[in-house]
Antibody, heavy 117, light 107 residues
Framework: QLQLQESGPGLVKPSETLSLTCTVS??????????WTWIRQPAGKGLEWIGHIYTGGTTNYNPNLMSRVTISLDTSENRFSLNLTSLTATDTAVYYC?????????WGQGTLVTVSS | DIQMTQSPSSLSASIGDRVTITCRASQGIGNYLAWYQQKPGKVPELLIY???TLQSGVPSRFSGSGSGTDFVLTISSLQPEDVATYYC?????????FGQGTKVDIK
């Protein structure tokens, strides 16, 4: 069974860069036709799609975050990553990684990231 | 970009009631629409994809309908374990967008 696990710092300072990793087990990120996706959710609020990277390497990003976001694949480690630059308090949220073909059928447990000095 | 609007934003219903949640796209998206359930403090889970296809393991009291711009999630007989926030998501083309959510609780 596919499992995804987010990892990264729980606390980041304003203006710094957030780097999160999603490690995939139970399946290879190199095979199939899947979108490896990042979503976030501020406390008490709804889900926001950040972006995804397709198995072949094509990326798409939320237009509201596009200037600050990079998503990449590391096939040697079977994981994918999120980089988000120029952080502010509004980036504080639970960050989820997920996999799907459009719909998202497998999710990680989420990791809370707080942006604060 | 296409916007996804859910209604209502919240509802209270009795056990056994039929519950309907609507999701409207600002432009047509075919049937590229998914529904998720997020129980309090939990990870979202896929309920329905392609507008009406039930994900494996999801109880049959859940159903989806619609295409184009208007979609509906129906719970035929509300159960206590259905207390959750429900989200629609479009995936016809990027950017993928979620609705703002509908919180369902028991009256």
């Amino acid at each position: 069974q596919l499992q995804l696990q987010e990892s990264g710092p729980g606390l980041v300072k304003p203006s710094e860069t957030l780097s999160l990793t999603c490690t995939v087990s139970g399946g290879s990120i190199s095979y199939g036709s899947f979108y490896w996706t990042w979503i976030r959710q501020p406390a008490g609020k709804g889900l926001e799609w950040i972006g995804h990277i397709y198995t072949g390497g094509t990326t798409n990003y939320n237009p509201n975050l596009m200037s600050r976001v990079t998503i990449s694949l590391d096939t040697s480690e079977n994981r994918f990553s999120l980089n988000l630059t120029s952080l502010t308090a509004t980036d504080t949220a639970v960050y989820y990684c997920a996999r799907g073909t459009g719909d998202l059928d497998s999710w990680g447990q989420g990791t809370l990231v707080t942006v604060s000095s | 970009d296409i916007q996804m609007t859910q209604s209502p934003s919240s509802l209270s219903a009795s056990i056994g009631d039929r519950v309907t949640i609507t999701c409207r796209a600002s432009q047509g998206i075919g049937n590229y629409l998914a529904w998720y359930q997020q129980k309090p403090g939990k990870v979202p889970e896929l309920l329905i994809y392609a507008a009406f296809t039930l994900q494996s393991g999801v109880p049959s009291r859940f159903s989806g309908s619609g295409s184009g711009t208007d979609f509906v999630l129906t719970i035929s007989s509300l159960q206590p374990e259905d207390v959750a926030t429900y989200y629609c998501q479009k995936y016809d083309s990027p950017p993928w967008t979620f609705g703002q959510g509908t919180k369902v609780d028991i009256k």
